[in-house]
């Protein structure tokens, strides 16, 4: 367990850098868990993180064939934003847990 | 750190070389599980695993039903090799296990492989199993970055966190 400050607040972090606490999130913490990742998020890369947070907040599992037909980016792109292992790191950025998905 | 340093796996190559539906399924996802992992990863196609890679086969593979003593009614009674060999049935069987992976979002094997190569993956064919076939380059789907010998293949799986596996 890790704690961060992000924006005036404080924030849990699990072993693997997951955030313990999902409703603590907002974009400003998505940005101040990027740069711990050093990475710079855009609006693209928001906009995945929101989609992600969707899906899954309606119960879905989370799958990168789900993102590549969301109609915001396809799967290149997807991996390209979020490089090596774009699902875990986007859901960690996007203050999800560790997706459990195979595919 | 000293001894207790982790060695991730950088990786995988892996050798599909039967063509069954669930043999090229498990190549897909193993390989495609990889990338995902951000781990480097390549399938090299060979034998009946071909028909995976073959546009005129790709989306038309078959779970064998006769010899496949793991297979079972649903409901789990014992599924006689007999009743496999009837029309239809392997068919039938293959259309449920379809169904089966089509709910966990386990995509058709031409859209798997759009979805591991647009990850990184890459995909060969054995360049021995296409001439015994008598296949041609433009059999194969479209983004299969190369036919390969042996060799070829095996020096593209260098460095010492890399494994080989054989599905």
Redesign the interface.
């Known amino acids: 367990m890790k704690e961060l400050d992000i924006a005036g607040v404080t924030v849990k972090l699990d072993d693997e850098g997951y955030l313990v606490d999902s409703s603590q999130w907002n974009e400003d913490i998505a940005k101040g868990l990027a740069k711990e990742s050093g990475l710079e998020l855009t609006d693209k890369h928001l906009e995945v993180l929101k989609f992600l947070r969707d899906a899954f907040n309606a119960g879905e ?1 989370l ?4 993102v ?1 037909k969301s109609g915001i980016v ?3 792109t997807f ?1 390209k934003l979020f ?6 790191l986007a859901s960690k950025l996007g203050g999800l847990p560790k997706p459990t ?3 | 750190m000293g001894t207790d340093e982790k060695k991730p796996l950088e990786k995988v190559c892996i050798i599909c070389a039967k063509g069954n539906l669930e043999d090229v399924m498990a190549a897909l996802i193993m390989a495609n599980g990889a990338v995902m992992e951000g781990i480097e990863a390549k399938i090299f196609f060979t034998f009946f695993g071909l028909d995976g890679i073959t546009k005129k086969q790709m989306n038309k593979l078959h779970t064998a039903t006769v010899g496949n003593p793991a297979m079972r009614m649903p409901g789990g009674l014992p599924f006689p090799t007999l009743l496999g060999a009837l029309p239809g049935v392997e068919a039938g069987v293959t259309a449920m296990m379809k169904k089966g992976m089509a709910k966990l979002d386990v995509p058709p094997v031409d859209e798997f492989l759009e979805m591991f190569t647009a990850g990184g993956g890459e995909v060969y064919a054995c360049k021995l199993a296409v001439e015994m076939f008598g296949l041609k380059k433009e059999d194969l789907w479209d983004d299969v970055q190369g036919i390969l010998t042996v060799g070829e293949f095996y020096e593209m799986c260098d460095g010492d966190r890399t494994q080989i596996i054989f599905t």
């Open positions: 599992t799958t990168i064939r789900k590549g396809d799967i290149k991996y490089p090596k292992g774009p699902l875990k998905s195979c595919v």
